[in-house]
C-alpha cells in the first residue's frame, strides 16, 4: 500500500529553522512528485514546494521561495523541505502528498496523501 509519513513538526521561534520529512513506502521513486502543503486555522490549504521524485527538480510558491528548500533521499525514500527563516505565518499543519510535475510547475494529480505535522512559529 502507498504511505506517507510526515513528520518533523514543532514549535520554533521566528527567524529558526525546521526540516520536515515525508517517508514514503509502497510505491517507487520513479516517475512521481512529492508535493508539500500547508493549513493553517481559517485558511485556505496551499501548496508550498513540489519536488521531481525522478530528477529533483523543484517549484516553490512565491512566499516561501529562498527560505524553504525541498530535497530527496532516494536511497531513503524520503522527500525533505528544510524551512529556514520561519515566520508566524508559516504556522499550520503541514501534509506530504505523491503526485506529478511538468517543468516548472506545482505538483498535480496528487493522489496519496500522508498525516500532517504541525509547525508553530512564535513571534
Known amino acids: 500500500d502507498v504511505q506517507l509519513q510526515a513528520s518533523g513538526g514543532g514549535l520554533v521561534r521566528a527567524g529558526g529553522s525546521l526540516r520536515l520529512s515525508c517517508a514514503a513506502y509502497g510505491f517507487s521513486f520513479d516517475d512521481y512528485a512529492i508535493g508539500w502543503f500547508r493549513q493553517a486555522p481559517g485558511k485556505e490549504h496551499e501548496g508550498v514546494s513540489c519536488?521531481?521524485?525522478?530528477?529533483?527538480?523543484?517549484y516553490y510558491q512565491g512566499s516561501v521561495k529562498g527560505r524553504f528548500t525541498a530535497s530527496r533521499d532516494v536511497a531513503k525514500k524520503v522527500v525533505y523541505l528544510q524551512m529556514d527563516s520561519l515566520k508566524p505565518e508559516d504556522s499550520a499543519v503541514y501534509y506530504c502528498?505523491?503526485?506529478?510535475?511538468?517543468?516548472?510547475?506545482?505538483?498535480?494529480?496528487?493522489?496519496?496523501w500522508g498525516e500532517g505535522t504541525l509547525v508553530t512559529v512564535s513571534s
Open positions: 519536488i521531481s521524485l525522478t530528477d529533483g527538480s523543484t
Open positions: 502528498a505523491r503526485g506529478y510535475k511538468r517543468e516548472r510547475s506545482a505538483c498535480y494529480g496528487l493522489e496519496y
